[in-house]
């Protein structure tokens, strides 16, 4: 009986977050990856409490779950990811150039530093720092042609202020996060 249970349970599952996706009505890329991450849990999390009891991920959830470390390192990028780009946008509000927002992306400086803090704290992580110079090396080289125009020079110094306070944090919650798992 529990085995048929769980065999409709493993059907149905998938067929219940597609009705929670449509009640939340909002398709976006986020919607998406997340409603896929979640659709792919369920499946291996069912796979493995189901076929593979002594599954190497299982054994590993099993055994971390409440490993302190483990959520050092979740807090950790989640601080970097939304608490930092909240801080961020209030901090260099002020220096915001008037005509910056006309010619970007809707968006794209927000989802930008997700990703440039989201590698930032693996690389320091990983204890590959010079990632992070590499990155920087890169993001210089795509606004290396604003240098040379005086009349974007307020631009100019606008993305290095929210560069480098985002590189700045980053680092800081990475270090931080490097000594509270080598206690």
């Avoid at 593979?52 to 989640?78: H, M, R, S, T």
């Avoid at 970097?80 to 400086?109: C, H, M, Q, Y």
């Amino acid at each position: 009986m529990l085995i048929l249970f769980q065999i409709l349970f493993c059907k149905q599952t998938p067929y219940l977050v597609d009705y929670a996706k449509l009640t939340y009505k909002k398709e976006d890329t986020a919607s998406f990856i997340i409603d896929q991450i979640i659709h792919i849990f369920i499946i291996f999390f069912l796979w493995g409490y189901l076929f593979q009891e002594n599954a190497v991920w299982c054994i590993w959830f099993k055994n971390n779950w409440n490993d302190p470390k483990v959520w050092a390192i979740a807090v950790a990028y989640l601080l970097v990811i939304r608490p930092t780009s909240v801080f961020l946008n209030s901090f260099i509000k002020r220096w915001t150039p008037n005509d910056s927002k006309d010619e970007s992306l809707p968006n794209a400086g927000k989802w930008i530093g997700y990703l440039e803090r989201t590698l930032i704290l693996t690389f320091i992580l990983t204890q590959n720092v010079e990632g992070v110079g590499f990155l920087l090396a890169t993001k210089s080289i795509f606004r290396f042609g604003e240098l040379s125009k005086a009349k974007d020079i307020k631009t100019t110094e606008y993305v290095m202020i929210g560069t480098f306070s985002s590189f700045t944090i980053t680092a800081i919650i990475g270090f931080i996060l490097l000594q509270i798992l080598n206690n």
